[in-house]
């Protein structure tokens, strides 16, 4: 049977954060890294696969060029409906790339109308009158406009989307989708009409619930990953296939682990915090990277020593301070700090992984797309969840890495000791 679901992500944790919450909805749930080559072969018996890209800062052409190339495999494996899934708080640079790549991704499909569903509830992230609020704070006060990457300024969904895509923006407001499907999907139908997309407000699990379900005649989704909870539903209602949920069992290895840390979001920081103040850690500093001053080579010897040869799990982290990133952009350059650090990451996971370390627990979506190209993992297993949107995930092939990879504001405080006592007790 041919895949029902196929899904581009705009980035690493982004993806897996999108397939958890498939597999738990009952779809059988394949990850794939980067764009598929067009013989990669797809496990029998699955029901949705996630293509996982790095596309939400790349230049508008390249997202373009990748999430289209995504999204042909996709249409070739035979996928009946299409999701592109961005972060909940709706992370963009000044160019896009969201607005760009939907309209790229309708186009290719031939369809004139999507839908945009940033919300997120279970992670705080709700849309009321079309403004983006971060655990009660509006996006543009929660932290996220000192993101270095993607600073997000303005918290109205509506007026950031017309501002990075060509065509008419609307609104389905909470009214509405209160009232329930039907409601929804006779607006979906009026809006469709004079615009282009809708974004969708939602501020619980029953509004995406119920907006999920009206989406059932949609090709192309767009939103977080929370939109996806009520698809199985759908599919199961159009006769099919059924809800299965058997993608749990991960298999064992041996080998170190390492917590590697790339994210300057506020939950990263205070977990980083949290963690260092009773485990060993090692700061890297983007301006002793630039000055050759810290090298792959001390941190490698200093994780051998600090982490008993890989038998305990220490940190890692570039995580750093608003005022101080800032201060790196201002001397390095807008993006070279950035840049610095995610090739440290890229280099020092593979020369982790050569001397034995198998399982990374990565917080940042960027950092966690360096550390899995720097890996060769090619696809990825989905197994429980360690935090809403944050499964643990294993690479299908030897030698089978076992991964966390956290988006920036996800988890618990104590996020990392969670992650390294499930991943070692597989
Ligand atoms: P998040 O999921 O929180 O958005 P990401 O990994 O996607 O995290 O993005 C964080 C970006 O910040 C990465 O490009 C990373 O290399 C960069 N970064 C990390 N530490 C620093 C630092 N100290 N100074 C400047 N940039 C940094």
């Given at each position: 049977?041919?895949?029902?679901?196929?899904?581009?992500?705009?980035?690493?944790?982004?993806?897996?954060?999108?397939?958890?919450?498939?597999?738990?909805?009952?779809?059988?749930?394949?990850?794939?890294?980067d764009?598929?080559?067009?013989?990669?072969?797809?496990?029998d018996?699955?029901?949705?696969?996630?293509?996982?890209?790095?596309?939400?800062?790349?230049?508008?052409?390249?997202?373009?060029?990748?999430?289209?190339?995504?999204?042909?495999?996709?249409?070739?494996?035979?996928?009946?409906?299409?999701?592109?899934?961005?972060?909940?708080?709706?992370?963009?640079?000044?160019?896009?790339?969201?607005?760009?790549v939907?309209?790229?991704?309708?186009?290719?499909?031939?369809?004139?109308?999507?839908?945009?569903?940033?919300?997120?509830?279970?992670?705080g992230?709700?849309?009321f009158?079309?403004?983006?609020?971060?655990?009660?704070?509006?996006?543009?006060?929660?932290?996220?406009?000192?993101?270095?990457?993607?600073?997000?300024?303005?918290?109205?969904?509506?007026?950031?989307?017309?501002?990075?895509?060509q065509g008419?923006?609307s609104?389905?407001?909470?009214?509405?989708?209160?009232?329930?499907?039907?409601?929804?999907?006779?607006?979906?139908?009026?809006?469709s009409?004079?615009?282009?997309?809708?974004?969708?407000?939602?501020?619980?699990?029953?509004?995406?619930?119920?907006?999920?379900?009206?989406?059932?005649?949609l090709?192309?989704?767009?939103?977080?990953?929370?939109?996806?909870?009520?698809?199985?539903?759908?599919?199961?209602?159009?006769?099919?296939?059924?809800?299965?949920?058997?993608s749990?069992?991960?298999?064992?290895?041996?080998?170190?682990?390492?917590?590697?840390?790339?994210?300057?979001?506020?939950m990263?920081r205070?977990?980083?915090?949290?963690?260092?103040e009773?485990?060993?850690?090692?700061?890297?500093?983007?301006m002793?990277?630039?000055?050759?001053?810290?090298?792959?080579?001390e941190?490698?010897?200093?994780y051998?020593?600090?982490?008993?040869?890989?038998?305990?799990?220490?940190?890692?982290?570039?995580?750093?301070?608003?005022?101080?990133?800032?201060?790196?952009?201002?001397?390095?350059?807008?993006q070279?700090?950035?840049?610095?650090?995610?090739?440290?990451?890229y280099?020092?996971?593979?020369?982790?992984?050569?001397?034995g370390?198998?399982?990374?627990?990565?917080a940042?979506?960027?950092?966690?797309?360096?550390?899995?190209?720097?890996?060769?993992?090619?696809?990825?297993?989905?197994?429980?969840?360690?935090a809403?949107?944050?499964?643990?995930?294993?690479?299908?092939?030897?030698p089978?890495?076992l991964?966390?990879?956290?988006?920036?504001?996800?988890?618990q405080?104590?996020?990392?000791?969670?992650a390294?006592q499930?991943?070692?007790?597989?």
């Open positions: 049977m041919s895949v029902l679901l196929g899904c581009v992500a705009d980035d690493f944790t982004g993806a897996s954060d999108l397939a958890s919450f498939l597999v738990e909805s009952g779809m059988s749930t394949v990850q794939i890294i764009v598929p080559a067009s013989d990669q072969l797809l496990m018996d699955v029901d949705a696969v996630v293509v996982a890209l790095k596309s939400r800062t790349q230049p508008v052409s390249e997202a373009i060029k990748d999430s289209i190339a995504a999204l042909e495999w996709l249409k070739a494996k035979g996928c009946q409906q299409f999701y592109f899934k961005y972060c909940s708080t709706f992370d963009s640079t000044t160019k896009g790339n969201i607005g760009p939907v309209d790229a991704m309708l186009d290719n499909l031939g369809e004139r109308y999507t839908i945009a569903c940033p919300s997120l509830p279970v992670n992230r709700t849309v009158n079309g403004h983006l609020f971060v655990n009660g704070e509006l996006l543009n006060e929660s932290g996220m406009e000192f993101h270095p990457l993607t600073p997000m300024t303005d918290s109205n969904i509506v007026r950031v989307m017309a501002q990075q895509s008419k923006v609104l389905i407001d909470h009214a509405v989708v209160e009232a329930g499907p039907e409601a929804i999907k006779e607006a979906m139908k009026t809006f009409e004079n615009s282009r997309y809708s974004v969708v407000d939602a501020v619980s699990n029953e509004n995406l619930m119920a907006i999920a379900h009206a989406s059932e005649d090709k192309l989704i767009t939103g977080g990953s929370g939109l996806s909870i009520g698809l199985a539903d759908n599919y199961v209602k159009k006769g099919l296939f059924e809800k299965r949920y058997d749990k069992a991960l298999r064992p290895v041996e080998g170190g682990t390492v917590i590697l840390s790339g994210s300057c979001s506020a990263t205070a977990q980083v915090a949290h963690y260092k009773k485990n060993p850690s090692l700061k890297i500093n983007p002793e990277l630039e000055h050759q001053s810290q090298t792959i080579e941190a490698v010897n200093w051998q020593s600090a982490s008993l040869q890989g038998r305990i799990p220490v940190l890692i982290y570039a995580t750093d301070e608003p005022e101080n990133i800032n201060k790196y952009k201002h001397v390095l350059g807008e070279k700090a950035s840049q610095l650090v995610e090739d440290f990451m280099e020092l996971a593979n020369a982790l992984s050569r001397r370390v198998c399982r990374f627990i990565v940042g979506g960027e950092t966690s797309g360096s550390v899995v190209k720097a890996l060769k993992v090619t696809s990825l297993k989905i197994g429980e969840s360690i809403p949107g944050v499964p643990v995930v294993q690479s299908t092939e030897a089978y890495f991964l966390a990879l956290k988006s920036g504001n996800f988890g405080v104590d996020f990392f000791d969670r390294f499930i991943l070692d007790e597989i």
